[in-house]
């Protein structure tokens, strides 16, 4: 049976065209992301970096660690505690400690000066402790200076020296800092560096002060760092965040003892010790998510576009089914024939398209590491599976797509395939409407019942990516049905302009439904796809700015210079000595509370104020009173399952301290960002991050901004009003969103312009004869190219509107979603992105109809008039 299924395959070689080549690029996507997405399950963690050559770091437990009947439940802390002295001088009866303590220094080099390379002995080296890099022989020449340019703020953190050995650190020019004044700076490879003898102006905590650079030691790539006398770091930052121990693990963690809060840590567990050393498993779970959601998308539109492309191709061959069985070929014969067609176009495809994605994977892996997506480490492992997982996905969709056009194909009497040759009729059995009425009901009824239920689950990432589909996939069910109205509709207007191209375009659309369909359905896709999600991140976007701007009512928003760097302690002391301003100091940190004796929730949360948040602030209350907050209350929102005020719940702080707190209010929930507040009491430890300032009634504006910006100017705080704070700072999508979207709809579009070329191909080369009747009543080349082209925009038309009510029912479903929240906000239509997809669309298909239909007339249209099938 394989050699007629070839042969035949070869005679309608462009038939397959379409159908191998969206198939064969589904294919290759998923087996690329597919390889990614296996490389996230066991790429390798960072090792220690900060306290990579120390024997054993003891530092306050990051985590929260809390017993339950269903056993032990762990958070990260958000400000875990420093280590205290008592616990210090304990351990240093074991051996040798080092305090490690960090803290910002902003370094700012001068406009002009000089650089000295300094002298550098082997004494010099035997003071820092450290080993000399390069050359040992020492520089006994005169000091070189060189003239030094200008340069900015370089944001850096302050360490003592005595712990750069724990890296560690090598010095590569100079020596150690031994005075109050002297530090030692990490270089940047490739880059404008600071070298031995600049004098540079360093802020800290602790104020800004002149500085000189005694010795220089090659950056390590994880931190760009500051070495202080570790008499002067502890004057700048007194508490101690981590201490090297020079003894035994087991010798120390007696010594210390079960319940002392401490962690212990030796090996590749001296990563945790390091700065966010959760950093990269984050990265992982997000590149994780966005692999999953670019793989799914694919398989959706690759299944859609294939079956529809089948579809079609199966309904143009109804003559030879007929007169097949008109010679006695059974029914089971022509579905096996048509099986097998699909199942040789689903090897050939799955071949291709693997052979592709193992080429492309590298590409993707590195490109997502080179934009910041994945961590620098992320690298391909030598997984298979992902391979043989997307050839057999790509042979299933090809045999699956065909197995309803080849049953009603099978099905088909004789004489009734050959009537159907020349009008499209019965065109929605009675299977499709009935799989097309509970695919649309399920589309409809699902967001209505979380509606009801929880509307802040329709506003979530997986949510709005994967509801569109059920609506999608009824509507492209019934584009058969829905194309003559539709195709009427957009033709209304030409069919009563002068001329017969109107008439023939509205006519023709409304004849080759199937055709029309198959064109209308890859647009559909696209342009639900585009909208919904465009759309939805769009709305949600100006539904945060809407709840931003109505939270904060303060004339000005102070943040540091640096990006992360928290506000001077003297510019806060400066600005609440500013006469005429209301300042409000505010920290970020997190609270965790026990849901159900299950499972722990941390809550992001702010410390505050009371007697000035209300100031500042606009909150959406919907019990209680904000002025109720104090050091025993918290504010919470409707998420939380206690929400009745005057109640009182178990709360754990951001350095994990446990107590309990009464409701004071209660806030909406918002799209997400009405947090929990506290009192900077129980901040946990966090230090000030934000700082509003309202201009008191009567008080000088400008006098106020001002003092302000004399304030921000003599301690490096930014000061900003209002306005240009909530342009900057507003909600918007990360880039891992705006990756993801790239992803999904370049997918959706590259699927959509291989349908639409092989459909339109096909479509416009069965219609030979009809075009050359045409050509014999008088119509000349032009006219029938501009008819060919018309009707296949007016298809694509078509695919728009009904991929334009899709995604009108979705946005509607976030609207009201955010209005049952308590957000009021309008929906944002991204009409330039519709305007860009549709034109591509429609050029695409105009081309492509046009292009056959002329190779074809170049042929006599006698002879094309006169040709059999």
Request: charge should be positive; glycine fraction near 10%.
């Amino acid at each position: 049976m394989l050699t007629p299924v070839l042969s035949g395959m070869r005679r309608r070689w462009v038939t397959f065209v379409g159908s191998f080549v969206a198939l064969a690029l589904g294919v290759g996507l998923i087996a690329a992301t597919g390889l990614a997405l296996a490389a996230t399950f066991d790429a390798p963690e960072r090792g220690p970096e900060r306290f990579a050559a120390a024997p054993v770091v003891v530092r306050a437990a990051d985590h929260l660690r809390v017993d339950t009947p269903t056993g032990t439940r762990s958070k990260p802390l958000h400000h875990p505690g420093p280590v205290g002295e008592r616990i210090a001088d304990r351990l240093a009866a074991l051996g040798r400690t080092v305090a490690d303590r960090t803290f910002p220094a902003d370094v700012t080099a001068p406009r002009t000066g000089t650089d000295a390379e300094a002298p550098r002995t082997g004494a010099d080296a035997m003071k820092s402790g450290l080993p000399r890099a390069g050359a040992e022989e020492p520089h006994t020449g005169p000091v070189v200076k060189k003239p030094r340019t200008g340069r900015g703020v370089e944001a850096r953190v302050g360490r003592p020296w005595p712990v750069a050995a724990a890296a560690p650190y090598r010095l590569i020019s100079g020596r150690a800092p031994a005075a109050p004044g002297e530090v030692v700076v990490t270089t940047r490879p490739g880059g404008d560096r600071l070298r031995t003898g600049d004098l540079v102006q360093v802020r800290t905590p602790a104020g800004s002060t002149p500085r000189t650079v005694v010795g220089t030691v090659a950056g390590r790539g994880f931190e760009d760092a500051v070495f202080f006398t570790d008499d002067e770091a502890a004057r700048i930052s007194p508490d101690i965040d981590a201490l090297v121990v020079h003894a035994d693990a087991t010798a120390v963690r007696r010594a210390l003892g079960p319940d002392s809060g401490m962690d212990v840590l030796t090996g590749h567990d001296r990563r945790r010790a390091d700065p966010d050393p959760d950093r990269d498993a984050r990265a992982l779970v997000s590149v994780n998510a966005l692999l999953g959601t670019a793989a799914g998308i694919t398989l959706f539109v690759s299944a859609a576009v294939v079956a529809s492309t089948f579809s079609f191709a199966v309904a143009q061959r109804r003559r030879e089914f007929g007169l097949l069985r008109t010679v006695g070929a059974t029914p089971g014969r022509i579905r096996r024939t048509v099986c097998a067609e699909a199942a040789v176009v689903g090897v050939l495809a799955s071949a291709a398209g693997v052979w592709l994605g193992a080429r492309g994977a590298p590409l993707l892996v590195g490109r997502m590491a080179e934009a910041g997506l994945a961590p620098p480490r992320f690298a391909l492992g030598d997984a298979s599976w992902p391979l043989h997982t997307a050839f057999w996905t790509g042979v299933f969709v090809a045999t699956a797509a065909a197995l309803v056009s080849c049953h009603r194909a099978g099905r088909t009497a004789p004489t009734e395939a050959l009537r159907e040759a020349a009008v499209d009729s019965r065109v929605m059995p009675a299977s499709r409407w009935a799989a097309a009425v509970l695919i649309l009901l399920a589309g409809l009824g699902l967001p209505a019942l979380a509606l009801a239920v929880d509307p802040g689950d329709l506003l979530g990432r997986k949510s709005y990516v994967t509801r569109p589909m059920l609506l999608i996939v009824g509507c492209a069910l019934l584009a058969p049905v829905l194309v003559r109205p539709v195709g009427r509709l957009l033709t209304w207007l030409p069919a009563r302009l002068p001329g017969a191209t109107g008439v023939l375009v509205r006519e023709n659309t409304a004849a080759g439904v199937r055709r029309t369909a198959a064109v209308a359905a890859p647009v559909l896709i696209t342009v639900a796809l585009a909208a919904t999600l465009t759309g939805t991140v769009a709305t949600l976007e100006e539904a945060r700015a809407t709840e931003a701007r109505t939270a904060t009512t303060a004339d000005f928003v102070v943040t540091s210079g640096q990006e992360g760097r928290p506000p001077a302690p003297a510019f806060v002391e400066r600005a609440r000595a500013v006469e005429g301003a209301v300042v409000s100091v505010s920290r970020s940190t997190a609270v965790t509370v026990l849901e159900e004796n299950t499972a722990l929730v941390t809550s992001e949360a702010r410390a505050v104020d009371p007697a000035r948040l209300a100031a500042v602030s606009e909150l959406p209350v919907t019990a209680g009173r904000l002025a109720d907050l104090d050091d025993d209350a918290i504010v919470v929102n409707e998420e939380w399952l206690t929400t009745r005020v005057g109640d009182r719940v178990t709360v754990w702080l951001g350095d994990g301290r446990k107590t309990s707190l009464r409701i004071a209010a209660v806030l909406a929930t918002g799209t997400g960002d009405n947090g929990v507040y506290v009192t900077p009491r129980n901040a946990g430890g966090a230090g000030v991050d934000r700082i509003d300032v309202k201009v008191a009634e009567g008080a000088d504006r400008r006098a106020v901004a001002a003092a302000l910006h004399t304030a921000g100017a003599a301690t490096g705080t930014r000061v900003t009003t209002r306005a240009a704070w909530l342009a900057a700072n507003g909600p918007g999508p990360d880039d891992s969103t705006r990756t993801g979207l790239r992803m999904i709809l370049g997918i959706a579009l590259l699927c959509t312009a291989t349908a639409l070329a092989n459909t339109l191909v096909m479509a416009t080369s069965d219609r030979v004869r009809d075009l050359a009747v045409l050509r014999l009543a008088g119509a000349t080349v032009p006219q029938v190219l501009r008819l060919v082209a018309a009707e296949a925009v007016v298809a694509v038309g078509v695919g728009a509107v009904l991929g334009a009510v899709v995604a009108a029912v979705n946005l509607l479903v976030v609207w009201g979603a955010l209005a049952l929240l308590g957000v009021t906000s309008a929906v944002v239509v991204p009409w330039g992105t519709l305007g860009l997809v549709v034109a591509a669309a429609a050029l695409l298909a105009a081309v492509s109809a046009a292009l056959p239909a002329s190779f074809a007339l170049r042929t006599r249209p006698v002879e094309l008039a006169g040709a059999r099938e």
